[in-house]
C-alpha cells in the first residue's frame, strides 16, 4: 500500500465518521496515526508502531485544540522515537 492510499482510505474514514448520526451516539469519530517505513527505513517494526502511535496521539492533540477542549494527553514537538 502507498502512502497516498492510506492517506485516501483514512481520509474516506474521517468523512463516514463525520456523516454519522446514530441513535444511541449522536456523533463519532476516530483517531488514526500512520507512519511509514519509507520515511523511516531505519526503524524497527516496534520504532513504526511508536511512530504511529505518535502520529495518532497528535491528530488527537489537534482535534481537541480545535474543539477547544483538553484531550489531557501532551504531545512532544519532536516524533518521540529514536532509530
Not at 29 to 47: K, L, N, R, T
Request: hydrophobic share 35%; glycine share 8%.
Amino acid at each position: 500500500m502507498t502512502q497516498t492510499q492510506a492517506q485516501e482510505i483514512l481520509a474516506a474514514l474521517q468523512r463516514i465518521a463525520a456523516a454519522w448520526s446514530g441513535t444511541n451516539v449522536g456523533t463519532l469519530s476516530i483517531s488514526s496515526g500512520c507512519a511509514f517505513a519509507d520515511d523511516h527505513p531505519d526503524f524497527s517494526v516496534e520504532q513504526l508502531t511508536k511512530a504511529a502511535d505518535l502520529s495518532m496521539y497528535a491528530q488527537k492533540q489537534e482535534y481537541y485544540r480545535a474543539k477547544k477542549l483538553s484531550s489531557g494527553t501532551p504531545v512532544s514537538s519532536g516524533n518521540g522515537v529514536r532509530p
